[in-house]
């Protein structure tokens, strides 16, 4: 089942950001289908990778974790591709619980790591 064009936020920890990149670039095509939305430095490194449109927000730890969220609540973000890293404390920790808390909560498409987000860009 296709949903069409979907509103896609893509944000990844520090540690996960080349990992991020690398997938777009393999997903390129099938990216460029869709409304691409990032925080300010996944969002920037996306754009040099894959060459795609990405509308740029703050940089998570700046508030732009906070965007997304409220795209969320707003009912503007249909996937959130998140690749977070379990191992790093992360200084804005309260930011990215209440992110994931937000996309559970508004039954938004929510993918943590490569094998989720292959499978999300499967069914879009």
Not at 31 to 56: F, K, N
Not at 62 to 68: T, V
Not at 71 to 94: C, K, N, T, W
């Amino acid at each position: 089942m296709e949903i069409g064009m979907a509103r896609i936020g893509l944000v990844a920890h520090d540690d996960k950001k080349d990992e991020l990149c690398a997938w777009a670039e393999r997903h390129r095509h099938k990216l460029s289908e869709h409304e691409l939305w990032g925080t300010g430095t996944t969002g920037s490194r996306v754009i040099a990778a894959t060459g795609l449109p990405v509308t740029l927000l703050k940089s998570g730890p700046l508030g732009g974790d906070q965007q997304l969220g409220a795209m969320i609540a707003e009912g503007r973000l249909d996937v959130l591709i998140f690749f977070i890293d379990p191992l790093s404390a992360q200084p804005h920790d309260v930011d990215v619980k209440a992110l994931t808390r937000l996309a559970t909560l508004y039954d938004v498409m929510c993918a943590n790591n490569e094998a989720t987000a292959n499978a999300v860009l499967a069914y879009l």
